[in-house]
């Protein structure tokens, strides 16, 4: 049996057809997905509860010569307390300055224990060297990589609330009782952005980092298919390609492609990269029972992770078959 959770302002009652309508239970601050929902809309209680001894398992832990090794205390800090503190924090009111602190102390704490330093070892030096953000600015990064995957589904049930609520904001006669939650301030940050991010009808930008999302690749199959129907490929080729790959600008080339012979014992795939007016040259080879389509992609996969350690900042990927970047 699922959970059913109606909130009312407490003022009218709730009117329904149901015959078993008694069998609901009234509660002045309900739990519901772990958050404790009260009728200022405040969420002390729930903050308060993500408090309650967060740091036991540290303390546990770090007396114990197999478990005291930095690594493993960041570990467990970010699965177990981070995500902790983190999680409903989109909908979060802002918080009383005395609550703010705590839940910033119990961050400071944490990682002061991963790490082993002392207690009057500076803040900014324990976080510079756990690589860990303020926990402030952390939640300001997760709303907005939500925010940037909602904007990529122009069909997400969340955006007409949040545009809606925006525009009420804008009327002069408006007076917010209470300030509004993270996600709403961080919504009028991403709305004049909102035109750069690919979207669609599904949501298929989970497993991308925001940055990806505001650049589409520019994928064109037509030359391909001129050359590939020419007398002449390679004299066709250079005609169409002439100022990509002669360039005097940063441009980085890389030309991949995969090849499979029933008969071998192995598969391969190469990578040409001409860079900075110079030319590598990479071979892999793989087990025959790999397809062509996985080798062209994992010829593709070399060549972007080439291109991350690349200072150009514009790539052009050449490819014999269409098969992969037609997907």
């Keep these: 049996m699922g959970q059913l959770l109606i909130m009312h302002d407490g003022l009218h009652s709730v009117k329904t057809d149901w015959k078993e309508v008694s069998r609901l ?8 997905l772990g958050l404790v929902y009260t009728l200022t809309w405040i969420f002390k209680p729930t903050v ?5 001894k967060p740091l036991g398992v540290l303390n546990l832990l770090r007396g114990v010569w197999w478990g005291a090794d930095p690594s493993i205390f960041l570990a467990i800090y970010k699965a177990l307390i981070r995500s902790r503190l983190e999680y409903g924090a989109f909908i979060w009111n802002e918080l009383p300055a005395y609550l703010g602190k705590k839940v910033d102390r ?3 704490k944490a990682v002061r224990l ?5 207690r009057s070892c500076p803040i900014n030096v324990i ?9 402030e600015l952390r939640l300001e990064f997760l709303g907005r990589n939500f925010l940037a995957k909602v904007f990529g ?3 997400h049930p969340l955006l007409p609330v949040l545009t809606s609520y ?3 904001t804008e009327t002069p006669t408006f007076i917010p009782k209470r300030p509004p939650p993270l996600l709403v301030l961080l919504h009028k940050d991403i709305v004049p952005i909102s035109y750069l991010i690919v979207s669609d009808n ?13 650049v589409e690749p520019d994928v064109s199959f037509s030359e391909g298919e001129d050359i590939k129907n020419c007398i002449h490929p390679s004299h066709k080729f250079e005609a169409v390609f002439n100022d990509d790959i002669y360039s005097t600008y940063s441009v980085s080339r890389y030309f991949t492609d995969g090849s499979k012979y029933a008969a071998e014992p192995f598969v391969g795939y190469g990578i040409v990269a001409l860079t900075n007016n110079e030319c590598k040259t990479y071979r892999r080879r793989s087990s025959n029972h790999t397809s062509i389509f996985i080798l062209e992609g994992m010829a593709i996969a070399f060549a972007l992770k080439l291109a991350l350690c690349d200072p150009n900042r514009l790539y052009c990927y050449f490819q014999t078959r269409l098969t992969s970047w037609s997907r």
């Design 25 to 32: 239970l009234e509660e002045a601050t309900p739990l519901c």
């Design 48 to 52: 308060s509860r993500s408090c309650i």
């Design 106 to 108: 119990i961050q400071y």
């Design 114 to 118: 991963a790490l082993g330093y002392r």
């Design 127 to 135: 976080l510079g060297e756990s690589k860990e953000l303020p926990l």
């Design 153 to 155: 589904n122009y069909d």
């Design 166 to 168: 925006a525009d009420l």
């Design 202 to 214: 599904k949501p298929c930008y989970s497993s991308f980092k925001f940055e990806t999302l505001l």
